[in-house]
């Protein structure tokens, strides 16, 4: 754990390292998630192990830092992100003797993503009205609790990278849609060893900046 402190203690650091004509403004944030678990092994003998997407939510705050006249700024936020995804256990003798059906697992974790974005500000007057965006960088993700299904063990940090894009309507709404991968395993099986997953997270966003 004072690993984990001292990395969002350090990506904090880096994203307020930025010039002091910088400008910086604060927003709030609402997402739909939808995530699938990726799994170090693809099959179990013959029968394959499914993960479905299943939808989430993310809501919370982000604090952009804009350089003027280059485009170039960075993010952070600080968000409250439930995911999860459902799985056919009950298919496998490991699992169904105990019980175990098709079970929906719900991670929900405190979010940290800090990305370095640049957005399109030199477009004659458009970018008044319109302006695109891209961005990318990790996240840190803290589990808070999940629904702890006893097939499981849950891992309590999930370093992620995302990346996206998206537009800024208006200068204060921003819709934008992204990937996250997992990097570090988001948990695993009980019973079999070396059965890990990794969370993978499409996100469509909308944040409005005050």
Known sequence: MKKVIFGVFTLLMLAL???????????????????????SQNSLRTTKFNSEVSAGYSAGIIGEYSIPGIGFGIDLGLQYTQRGAT???????VWNSDGFGNERVYLHYLE?????????????GFERKLAPLVFAGPSVSILLTSNKIAAFETHPVDFGLEVGGGA?????????????????EALRTVKLDNFKANNRTWK????YFF
Not at 17 to 26: D, I, K, L, T, Y
Not at 204 to 207: E, G, N, T
């Open 87 to 93: 799985m056919n256990l009950g298919d496998f003798k």
């Open 168 to 184: 800024e309507i208006l200068r204060n709404t921003q819709l934008t849609l992204s990937y996250n991968w997992g990097v570090t």
């Open 204 to 207: 469509v966003s909308i944040c």
């Open 17 to 39: 390292s930025v010039p002091a004509n910088a400008q910086m403004r604060w927003g709030a944030t609402a997402s739909a998630n939808f995530t699938d678990l990726k799994w």
């Open 112 to 124: 940290i993503p800090i990305h370095l974005r640049f957005k399109y500000s030199n477009l004659n």
